[in-house]
């Protein structure tokens, strides 16, 4: 075999272990793109999970409070209709006074 013919072989040999090594590396930051993902999918997941039921549970408060807010509205309706009229006149004052 010539010289030139055995550089050439001995080139095509070492650019052939490149590339598969460079395909090795590929694979492995695939696969570990593919992990963090995966991994950042569940944990996006799990938080809108959580906000979901933060989410639920502010709205039984608020309803629970709404439906306390009316038994005593009902239970006391004159006290209601002056708790309110004073609370209008206090803030009408301080909106006036600006």
């Not at 080139?11 to 598969?20: M, N, W, Y």
């Not at 995966?38 to 996006?44: F, Q």
């Not at 005593?72 to 002056?82: F, G, Q």
Request: charge should be negative; hydrophobic fraction near 40%.
């Amino acid at each position: 075999m010539p010289v030139n013919e055995q550089t050439t072989s001995r080139q095509d040999d070492r650019l052939k272990e490149g590339v598969a090594q460079l395909q090795d590396e590929f694979d492995e930051v695939r696969e570990g793109a593919a992990e963090m993902a995966e991994a950042a999918r569940k944990r996006v997941q799990r938080e809108a999970e959580h906000v979901a039921d933060l989410a639920k549970a502010g709205g039984e408060q608020a309803q629970e409070l709404g439906d306390s807010l009316m038994r005593t509205v009902r239970t006391h309706p004159t006290a209601s209709i002056l708790v309110s009229l004073g609370v209008g006149v206090i803030i009408g004052r301080l909106v006036a006074s600006r």
